[in-house]
């Protein structure tokens, strides 16, 4: 352990992965660490064909690209899969008074919401087009979603949407929820999706075996359990063993790498080991049937008392010939970490949510069932509140050649794997131009 092993990367999701390739790619010597046993983070997948050697992946925790997403799209033609990537407009709805209606980013979708009297549609389209149209959420910061929608699109819009998706997602904490947070939303939403057949974990592992062609490392399986200053160098401790190395950058949210970072000054920690966040959970079943009508892709849930989020019937958007026939459908939740399903098997969560599920069905029945499959991960959706703007950490903290880059830092946004990869690109970006800097200054 005397010399400095080169750069550590902490996380091996789309962030982690990106970064290291990118300086793996430019010749720096990288070692990823990730805690999981294979690659993608919350961006990752399981085989749902186990039968199959070579079956298709689907993601833990439903995935789609939007026709802005530049940098994903970049990065999935940069690795030779451009070909798989595929783009359609599937039917994305919100269930209102029982009764599904598409609401996507075509204005004809608006106009036909009948629950709202026209002059409200009307007033739900202009306060959209607003939201498109306006480049910055700068004139946003400061106003609650609470405050702003009722105000510029009509408190029956959102009374009616907006309020019931907010509580839906955040509890009691919809309310707290920053208007730059919604601007992102409704600003970079298209109609057309992007997946990548046979699933994104394809481009992870792509992303993987790239870091080790280049001389790189990758330790899936070996959780980091501390980083610790030794002299000019940095201290992974991990199931991997102990390592030094001249600069580390966690990938891992501010909280963890402030509980990884003993070092890490108080000051530090008290503004930006900060917030609060929800745990998300996915059911997924697969059934020998379609459940949700009109080939519905995506169905928000508008109506009280479901006890989840949304339905996403994935195989209304790439079809069930891509996997052997199965219908596979997501019931997506962002819960508090206290709430019992985060720690149920399937089977308890299907309990739990069959009353939604034979609301939405009625035929529903658990024969349709073939297989289950249940994803809980913690701390997965933030709660965006007008105060997160100012506790985002910079990529350097006080410990000399310890950096951090999380999707903290994405802001407005606060998840997806654009802006994940987009981050890792421009932080790459910074750390090579300092390194010729540093090279074209150095004595000879």
Known sequence: MAGANGTAVLGGGALGLTLAYRLARAGERVTLYERETAAGGLAGGFPVMPESANGPWLEKFYHHLFRTDADAVAL??????????????????????????????????????????????????????????????????????????PRWMGRKAYEIIWKPMLEGKF???????????????????????????????????????????????????????????????LIVRSAAGDERYARVISTLPTRVTCRLAPDLPEDYRARYDWGEAYGAHCLILSLDRPLLPNDIYWLAIGDAGYPFLNAIEHTNFIGPEEYGGQRLVYFGNYVPMSHPVLRESPEEALARYLPGVLRLNPGFDRSWVRRMWGFAAPYAQPIVTREYAQHIPPHETP??????????????????????????????????????????????
Request: net charge positive; aromatic share 8%; hydrophobic share 40%.
């Open 171 to 233: 509890g009691d904490r919809a309310g707290d929820v920053a208007m730059p947070w919604m601007w992102a939303r409704a600003h970079y939403r298209t109609l057309r999706l992007g997946y990548v057949r046979g699933g994104f974990q394809l481009v992870y592992e792509r992303l993987a075996d790239a870091v080790r062609e280049r001389g790189g490392e990758t330790r899936f399986g070996a959780e980091v359990s501390a980083i610790q200053r030794d002299g000019d160098g």
């Open 399 to 444: 410990i000399p050649n310890l950096y951090v880059a999380n999707m903290f830092q994405v802001y407005p946004q606060d998840r997806g794997q654009n802006y994940s990869i987009r981050l890792a690109n421009r932080l790459a970006q910074r750390l090579l131009a300092a390194r010729s800097v540093d090279s074209a200054v150095a004595p000879a």
């Open 76 to 149: 999935i033609d940069e690795l030779g899969l451009g070909a798989k990537l595929t783009w359609s407009a599937p039917n994305s709805s919100i269930l209102l008074g029982g009764k599904p209606y598409r609401l996507d980013s075509d204005p004809r979708s608006i106009l036909a919401l009948d629950p709202l009297p026209l002059p409200d549609r009307l007033r739900l389209g202009a306060g959209g087009a607003l939201l498109k149209f306006l480049p910055s959420p700068e004139p946003l910061a400061g106003a609650t979603a609470a405050e702003w929608m």
